[in-house]
Protein backbone atom coordinates (compact mmCIF):
# COMPACT_ATOMS: atom_id res chain seq x y z
CA UNK A 1 0.00 0.00 0.00
CA UNK A 2 0.85 3.81 -0.16
CA UNK A 3 1.89 3.70 3.47
CA UNK A 4 4.38 1.33 3.22
CA UNK A 5 6.06 2.70 0.14
CA UNK A 6 6.12 6.27 2.30
CA UNK A 7 7.71 4.27 4.71
CA UNK A 8 10.16 2.35 2.62
CA UNK A 9 11.00 5.50 0.64
CA UNK A 10 12.17 7.36 4.16
CA UNK A 11 14.14 4.52 5.65
CA UNK A 12 15.25 4.91 1.86
CA UNK A 13 16.15 8.61 2.70
CA UNK A 14 17.80 7.86 5.91
CA UNK A 15 20.01 4.99 4.61
CA UNK A 16 21.38 7.41 2.07
CA UNK A 17 21.72 10.48 4.90
CA UNK A 18 23.59 7.91 6.80
CA UNK A 19 25.75 6.97 4.17
CA UNK A 20 26.67 10.12 3.74
CA UNK A 21 27.72 10.69 7.00
CA UNK A 22 29.81 7.84 7.46
CA UNK A 23 31.49 8.55 3.77
CA UNK A 24 32.63 12.05 5.44
CA UNK A 25 33.96 10.43 8.22
CA UNK A 26 35.61 7.75 7.24
CA UNK A 27 37.24 10.48 4.44
CA UNK A 28 38.12 12.51 7.55
CA UNK A 29 39.92 9.38 9.27
CA UNK A 30 41.77 8.96 6.01
CA UNK A 31 43.07 12.21 6.10
CA UNK A 32 44.42 12.01 10.02
CA UNK A 33 46.14 8.16 8.91
CA UNK A 34 43.26 6.56 11.62
CA UNK A 35 43.70 3.36 9.93
CA UNK A 36 45.91 1.22 6.60
CA UNK A 37 44.48 2.14 3.42
CA UNK A 38 44.17 -1.76 2.88
CA UNK A 39 41.68 -0.99 6.09
CA UNK A 40 39.70 2.08 4.95
CA UNK A 41 39.23 0.05 1.25
CA UNK A 42 37.53 -2.70 3.53
CA UNK A 43 35.46 0.06 5.46
CA UNK A 44 34.86 2.24 1.89
CA UNK A 45 33.62 -1.36 0.73
CA UNK A 46 31.09 -2.05 3.50
CA UNK A 47 29.57 1.78 2.94
CA UNK A 48 28.99 0.84 -0.52
CA UNK A 49 27.47 -2.63 0.17
CA UNK A 50 25.25 -1.03 2.73
CA UNK A 51 24.04 1.59 0.03
CA UNK A 52 23.18 -1.20 -2.20
CA UNK A 53 20.97 -3.04 0.16
CA UNK A 54 19.20 -0.27 0.91
CA UNK A 55 18.42 0.56 -2.78
CA UNK A 56 17.49 -3.49 -3.33
CA UNK A 57 15.19 -3.12 -0.51
CA UNK A 58 13.18 0.07 -2.43
CA UNK A 59 12.79 -1.82 -5.13
CA UNK A 60 11.72 -5.07 -4.17
CA UNK A 61 9.39 -2.65 -2.40
CA UNK A 62 8.12 -1.47 -5.57
CA UNK A 63 8.04 -4.30 -7.34
CA UNK A 64 5.65 -5.62 -4.49
CA UNK A 65 3.62 -2.78 -4.65
CA UNK A 66 3.19 -2.80 -8.49
CA UNK A 67 5.04 0.65 -8.83
CA UNK A 68 7.17 -0.79 -11.13
Known amino acids: DSRSMRE ?4 EDQIDAYRKRIHQQH ?3 INE ?3 SYTA ?3 Y ?3 ISICEAIGDHALKVSE ?3 GKV
Open 27 to 29: LNE
Open 33 to 35: HKY
Open 8 to 11: VMAL
Open 63 to 65: SLS
Open 40 to 42: GSY
Open 44 to 46: NEL
